[in-house]
């Protein structure tokens, strides 16, 4: 049965590392269009400061410890909303998995359910508000769907992340109205959430490391 | 005497809060947490822990936010430093935090303050 344990688990989390500071130009292009403009260069900060959090941080086998210590980093870090709402994701996510050595499929859908539970809260926003959410919230509910029929992990998050795809592709259609993209109203209309997207990423890479 | 933090996305915008506030309290007991730690734009952590040990007493600590993530950021501040007494304002950031400096030399608990603060979003500018 396939696990994430929490070396495999550090290992994905370098790689997130990596990928965000390779997407980072093209999440700043989507966020100037919208928001602030900070999305990428505020991401890529904050998990190179994970990285590195990581690679200083004495072997624990606590999967829960290592999620928590991602949230806490990305936190004290970002500097913009991703930060908040990441940061408690993690957090969350840590809370629920916390003294479980390895996460098999159950332990990894129980994780993200309190991570995107933690997002709603952070950012008291539901899902078709143009947000992170509604990538989070189709690949949870993939994710769940995937897990009770028996798939396993990795096949699991691959039907994740086709879910979460689609739910990038909807925020182009609705306005926004969290968020500093409501501001714009319909002129946000077109355009690909930032926030959705680095999620889909996050995800993609996920379930490339598994 | 309440303490007051001042929470922007940008150093110079809280700066100017503060500054504009300490017009008519100079006494007041209030402070800037805006921008990350480089000056650049943003909202810190670290910044915002720092501000409120800064002015904290057991009179509790009043914190007004632009927006976004400086809201978000003050909230998860707030919740590691459960048994403190600290209130998030809910006005308008330049008129707020000049009644709550106001209030707060005045000696006004924080509930008070809270509710005079709140009132500032009902303020008109210009008369009909």
Known sequence: MMTLDSKKMIKIFNNIASKVEEEKAFLTELDTAIGDGDHGINLARGFHAVAEKLSQMEEDDDTGSVLKTVGMQLVSTVGGASGPLYGTAFMKAGAVSKGKRELDAVGFLAAFEAAVDGVKMRGKAVPGEKTMLDALCPACDALKISIAGGDDLKTAVWKAVEAAEKGVAFTKTIIATKGRASYLGERSLGHQDPGATSSLLMLRVIAESL | ?128
Request: hydrophobic content about 50%; overall charge negative.
């Open chain 2, 1 to 128: 005497m309440v303490g007051i933090v001042v929470v922007s996305h940008s150093q110079k915008l809280a700066e100017g809060v503060v500054e504009v506030s300490r017009m008519m309290a100079s006494n007041a007991r209030i402070v800037a947490a805006g921008g990350l730690d480089d000056g650049s734009t943003g909202t810190s952590f670290a910044k915002i822990s720092r501000a409120i040990d800064a002015v904290y007493s057991e009179d509790g600590v009043a914190v007004l936010m632009d927006m976004g993530s400086a809201v978000m950021t003050t909230e998860m501040v707030i919740e590691s430093m459960e048994d403190r007494r600290i209130r998030m304002f809910d006005c308008p950031l330049v008129e707020g935090a000049v009644v709550a400096a106001l209030e707060a030399v005045m000696g006004s608990p924080l509930e008070v303050i809270e509710a005079k603060a709140s009132e500032a979003r009902l303020t008109k500018k210009i008369m009909e």
